[in-house]
């Protein structure tokens, strides 16, 4: 592979990567979109579960708020369960099939943010979490990892229910931790099904070098804004990847 191809993917990483050191979510709805454009979409999405999960490790020292184990093992547990029948699901139905829905999908949850949840009132928001989970949280979880196993993008349905709960400190501490579990979920079952090719792993290495810039002025961004602008910039970016996704 010439030089070419690694400045193609660490360009990519870099921009995913961004978007996850001042969110905590969202490389994959850009890395598999836009990878998808110049290399095979299953590699890249198998790269791209690599890629989020080290990206977590690294963003874990950061987080603060995270300390209710039963609320965040019940979010964990959906999650690992729904990747499971995600994987299970990608070996009868294409992923493409559903693909305009989840860009729609998306689009409204970009606008929800961007509009609604900034005429929130700060207090409204909690800033702990929970002791246990409820239904709710145990099904936006499940839906969310079976979008993951589908697509590789489980962010939106646990995305929309944390973000109208928890402010931006505790979403985005949460989002850290719980995707690093749905990576691991999400590799398990890759490797389960034989998808951890050769091609996959050097796409993953290749992006490393864009994933570590792109945290790291992410992150210096996300100290930098509050509630509102917060809001104001996750809706724009969740915007974006549908029009990605729909396309």
């Known amino acids: 592979m010439d030089s070419l191809f690694f400045l193609i993917i660490t360009a990519i990483a870099a ?11 969202g490389p994959a709805l850009i890395f598999i979109p836009v990878g998808a454009l110049f290399f095979a979409p299953q590699s890249v999405i ?9 990206a977590g490790l690294l963003m874990w020292r950061t987080v603060r708020s995270v300390q209710s184990l039963p609320f965040l093992a019940g ?6 369960a729904g990747t499971a029948a995600g994987v299970f699901l990608l070996s009868y139905f294409p992923a ?11 689009f409204i949850l970009g606008l929800w943010f961007a509009v609604f949840r900034t005429k929130m009132s700060p207090g409204k928001l909690e800033a702990q979490l929970p002791e246990k989970c409820d239904r709710k949280d145990i099904g936006f979880a499940g839906a969310s990892g079976v979008l993951g196993g589908l697509f590789g993008i489980s962010g939106p349905p646990i995305i929309w229910h944390l973000g109208r709960r928890f402010q931006m400190h505790v979403f985005r501490d949460l989002l850290i931790v719980v995707f690093v579990f749905a990576a691991v979920a999400r590799i398990v079952s890759f490797s389960v099904a034989g998808l951890v090719t050769t091609e996959a792993v050097t796409f993953f290495a290749a992006g490393m070098p864009g994933l570590l810039a792109g945290l790291y002025i992410g992150n210096r961004v996300f100290l930098k804004i509050d509630e509102v602008l917060f809001s104001r910039v996750v809706g724009t970016v969740l915007i974006l990847f549908a029009v990605l996704l729909i396309i």
Not at 46 to 54: E, T, W
Not at 75 to 80: F, G, K, S, T, W
């Open 96 to 106: 493409d099939t559903f693909r305009v829905l989840l860009g729609l999908a998306v």
């Open 46 to 54: 198998v790269a791209s579960s690599f890629l989020d999960l080290i």
């Open 15 to 25: 921009a995913a990567f961004f978007i996850k050191g001042l969110t905590g979510f």
């Open 75 to 80: 979010i964990i547990a959906a999650m690992a």
